[in-house]
Structures are given as C-alpha cells and as structure tokens.
Nanobody
Framework: HVQLVESGGGTVQVGGALRLSCESFTYIREFSCMGWFRQRPGQEREAVAKIHVDTDSTYYSDSVKGRFTVTQEKRGKTLYLQMNDLKYADTAMYYC????????????????WGEGTQVTVS
C-alpha cells in the first residue's frame, strides 16, 4: 500500500523560502520517478519538479528552474522540494507524486498522489 504525505507548506513573503517534505510509507527505491506537481487557483495541475530515483536526474518546469530543487533521501522514505525566491505565482497546492515504471525522463502519468500541502506567497 503506497501512501504519500506532504508537509512543510505555509505562508511566506515574496522572496522567501520553504522546504516541502513528502514522507512515503514505502522506501523510495521502489519507485522509478517521484516529483512535485502544483495546482494554482483556477488552473490545472502542472508538474514543477521530478527526479529519477536510480540516477538522481532531475527535471524542472521553466517557471521554477533555478529556484526550486528536488532531492531524495537515498535509501530512505522522504522526498524534498526546496523552494527559494518565492513569487506570488508560486501560490498553489503542492502534491507529491510517485510511480513504479514509465519513461526514464519522468514524463507521463503518475499513479500515486499525496493529499497536498498549501503554499501561499504574500
């Protein structure tokens, strides 16, 4: 049974930083890719950061590249998203995601989703 639990969201001022955590009930090594999606008010969910678990290769959307960093706890159960230089446009619900197979560039659908954690930039 896979369960992902996000934490670390909150309210932060423009230019500030937050670190989100995603606790998996199973070891991260069981997944091929993990990552973070977000849903801004009135918009569809979008992928912001992904990581290939075996190779540590990372992928970012253009809107967060250079500001966000996704990392994993090697041989552990936690995924992180360090968010720096936050902007108003980063206000969203952030979801941790994972999958067991798929393309090595981590594109495509994800089968496991957390409940989300809210980030508000004011």
């Amino acid at each position: 049974h896979v369960q992902l639990v996000e934490s670390g969201g909150g309210t932060v001022q423009v230019g500030g930083a937050l670190r989100l955590s995603c606790e998996s009930f199973t070891y991260i090594r069981e997944f091929s890719c993990m990552g973070w999606f977000r849903q801004r008010p009135g918009q569809e969910r979008e992928a912001v950061a992904k990581i290939h678990v075996d190779t540590d290769s990372t992928y970012y959307s253009d809107s967060v590249k250079g500001r966000f960093t996704v990392t994993q706890e090697k041989r552990g159960k936690t995924l992180y998203l360090q968010m720096n230089d936050l902007k108003y446009a980063d206000t969203a619900m952030y979801y941790c995601v994972a999958r067991r197979a798929g393309r090595v560039d981590c594109t495509g659908d994800y089968e496991y989703w957390g409940e989300g954690t809210q980030v508000t930039v004011s």
